[in-house]
């Protein structure tokens, strides 16, 4: 069975994740995983305050500057 995340199966998601843990060890992955969480969730929240920096339409859409 193959999963649609660029073409790679199961083995190789396994193998993947076991060289992952071996170079960051068990204590350093959730260390990791947290600080990717709260850049993701910046990144979002940088966002909302554009988009509502922009102007909006009168279709509820945002108007494009050219």
């Known amino acids: 069975m193959r ?3 660029f073409g790679i199966g ?3 998601i396994i193998v993947i994740a076991l060289v992952v843990l071996l170079l ?3 204590k ?3 260390e990791l995983m947290n600080g990717l ?3 993701v969730k910046s ?3 940088g966002m909302k305050d554009v988009s509502a920096d922009l102007p909006e339409g009168k ?3 945002k108007d494009q500057e050219q």
């Open 43 to 45: 990144f979002k929240d």
């Open 3 to 5: 999963l649609l995340l």
């Open 24 to 26: 960051f060890g068990g």
């Open 37 to 39: 969480g709260k850049g």
């Open 59 to 61: 279709d509820g859409e």
């Open 10 to 12: 199961m083995q190789e």
């Open 28 to 30: 350093k992955i959730p």
